[in-house]
């Protein structure tokens, strides 16, 4: 069957990017010249989405508002002749049907993606972390395409030397099957240097297997706990991936995100080149 739902899990409160996040959605926090979280959006419709799953919890209300049509705001651009901005506002709306679940409470990742399930259906479906932005990459789209022709889930993977692996699910894989995930192991501990990284692409069988995990000690209900179970029933593939990946969840990576796309930006990349050497010049970096 073809993928064309797209869970997003967006309840929870960037408390990372505090206080930036505190009255404003973390996903709404501006990247370059958009919202994250339409970057976002913008991929999984590049892939063949056309149903977006919004997994959202209180105070979310904007994003919802970013991908509704506003009225009054079109109606003041045509009068002022602001065509391209218009076309630009009302394609927002027009980029995909969104979907709001609420979750009650932040119960982990795979709460969240379990709570979408009533929506899903018996389909297979796609996730995607707000955090990672994938920009330019194919990535989702030929993960897509392995688990339609595969009839598997696929997750993403990348390599992470050091210390820094600590901080993922870590995938052990055997070719390209993952054998078993380890969430934020040990650095000494972890199974290998594969990280996954926020693109998921599942069969329905997930959520049986999330059911089956159930909580852990925290209350919480983790999805690496429920590729583990699917791995070793269903059968889980793994693609590894190397560039064009951008974290937004914190202030430093936030801002080299920033940076690096926007140097890729048609009409401000060259200024933004020119004022950033003028400022290490200055600075005698």
Same mark, same amino acid.
């Given at each position: 069957?073809?993928?064309?739902?797209?869970?997003? &899990?967006?309840?929870?409160?960037?408390? #990372?990017? +505090? %206080?930036?996040?505190?009255?404003?959605?973390?996903?709404?926090?501006? +990247?370059?010249?958009? &919202?994250?979280?339409?970057?976002?959006?913008?991929?999984?419709?590049?892939?063949?989405?056309? #149903?977006?799953?919004?997994?959202?919890?209180?105070?979310?209300?904007?994003?919802?508002?970013?991908?509704?049509?506003?009225?009054?705001?079109?109606?003041?651009?045509?009068?002022?002749?602001?065509?391209?901005?218009?076309?630009?506002?009302?394609?927002?709306? !027009?980029?995909?049907?969104?979907?709001?679940?609420?979750?009650?409470?932040?119960?982990?990742?795979?709460?969240?993606?379990?709570?979408?399930?009533?929506?899903?259906?018996?389909?297979?479906?796609?996730?995607?972390? &707000? =955090?990672?932005?994938?920009?330019?990459?194919?990535?989702?789209?030929?993960?897509?395409?392995?688990?339609?022709?595969?009839?598997?889930?696929?997750?993403?993977?990348?390599?992470?030397?050091?210390?820094?692996? @600590?901080?993922?699910?870590?995938?052990?894989?055997?070719?390209?099957?993952?054998?078993?995930?380890?969430?934020?192991?040990?650095?000494? =501990?972890?199974?290998?240097?594969?990280?996954?990284?926020?693109?998921?692409?599942?069969?329905?069988?997930?959520?049986?297997?999330? !059911?089956?995990?159930?909580? $852990? *000690?925290?209350?919480?209900?983790?999805?690496? =706990?429920?590729?583990?179970?699917?791995?070793?029933?269903?059968?889980?593939? *793994?693609?590894?991936?190397?560039? $064009?990946?951008?974290?937004?969840?914190?202030?430093? !990576?936030? +801002?080299? @995100?920033?940076?690096?796309?926007?140097?890729?930006? %048609?009409?401000? $990349?060259?200024?933004?080149?020119?004022?950033? *050497?003028?400022?290490?010049?200055?600075?005698?970096?």
């Amino acid at each position: 069957m073809s993928v064309t739902k797209a869970i997003f &899990p967006v309840a929870g409160l960037g408390t #990372r990017s +505090l %206080p930036a996040t505190k009255a404003l959605p973390k996903e709404m926090v501006t +990247l370059v010249d958009r &919202p994250a979280i339409q970057w976002v959006v913008e991929e999984a419709v590049a892939a063949g989405c056309s #149903r977006v799953v919004m997994v959202v919890g209180r105070g979310k209300e904007a994003i919802a508002d970013h991908f509704d049509r506003a009225p009054e705001l079109e109606a003041s651009l045509e009068a002022s002749g602001k065509q391209e901005l218009l076309a630009g506002v009302r394609r927002l709306a !027009d980029m995909a049907e969104i979907v709001l679940v609420r979750q009650g409470q932040p119960r982990g990742l795979g709460h969240a993606v379990a709570v979408a399930r009533s929506v899903v259906g018996g389909e297979p479906f796609a996730v995607l972390l &707000p =955090d990672d932005v994938f920009h330019p990459s194919t990535l989702l789209r030929d993960m897509v395409a392995s688990t339609e022709a595969s009839g598997r889930s696929t997750v993403a993977v990348m390599r992470i030397e050091g210390p820094e692996i @600590s901080t993922k699910g870590v995938a052990a894989v055997d070719g390209r099957r993952v054998v078993d995930v380890v969430e934020k192991p040990a650095f000494e =501990d972890a199974p290998s240097d594969l990280a996954l990284m926020g693109r998921y692409v599942f069969t329905p069988a997930i959520f049986d297997a999330l !059911d089956s995990i159930g909580s $852990g *000690a925290l209350g919480e209900l983790q999805l690496t =706990d429920g590729i583990r179970l699917l791995a070793q029933k269903e059968g889980v593939d *793994a693609l590894t991936f190397e560039g $064009g990946y951008h974290d937004t969840g914190n202030h430093l !990576d936030w +801002l080299c @995100s920033n940076i690096e796309l926007a140097l890729e930006h %048609p009409t401000i $990349g060259e200024p933004l080149a020119g004022r950033l *050497a003028e400022i290490v010049r200055r600075r005698g970096i």
